[in-house]
């Protein structure tokens, strides 16, 4: 089990509004949150179509997930996937679960789009030369794309005020 306060989290922080993301919330309710990833230290760009499913909640392990959080958490990643199939024009959706680095529940849903060398499906998809990456402004794009997606199938979801104050 992690000693990480949720105060020093970096999850529990983007949910606090401290830490930019481009693209922004994505889509939430009172259990997760939807978020393309974000740029890292003196990156430029980043692999387009690469999102989170966290849980709201500082949950550090898979195990520590109640039924409700890991239904939720189970359902929007397979809508995440769904989403990056019919917006982004990718042929395949990878899911995967590591914690290492930061440990709050994150999934990460990622699109391999067509053209990826073999040697590159998987968990090295976004190591690709030639895979679709973009700065912040591209990852603005990507993201309504995903939310409009979402909103259009699912419903507008909570903001994120409307999830700090329940």
Known sequence: MSNLTTLE???CRK???EVTVPGG???ANDLISIYHAQLWGEEKDHYLGHFFVESNRHVPQLADLTEPEAQAIGLWTSRVAKALLQTEGVEH???FYIGDGVPHVHVHVIGRY???PREYWGPKVDDWPGAPRGGAAEIA???DR???YLREQH???ASRSEILSS
Do not use: D, K, M, Q
Request: hydrophobic share 45%; with cysteine; charged share 10%.
């Open 93 to 95: 959706v990878y899911s």
């Open 25 to 27: 919330l994505i889509f």
């Open 9 to 11: 989290c970096l999850v």
């Open 141 to 143: 794009e990507v993201a």
């Open 155 to 157: 419903g507008p979801g």
């Open 15 to 17: 949910h606090r509004g």
């Open 114 to 116: 067509p053209g990826a």
């Open 146 to 148: 995903l939310r409009a």
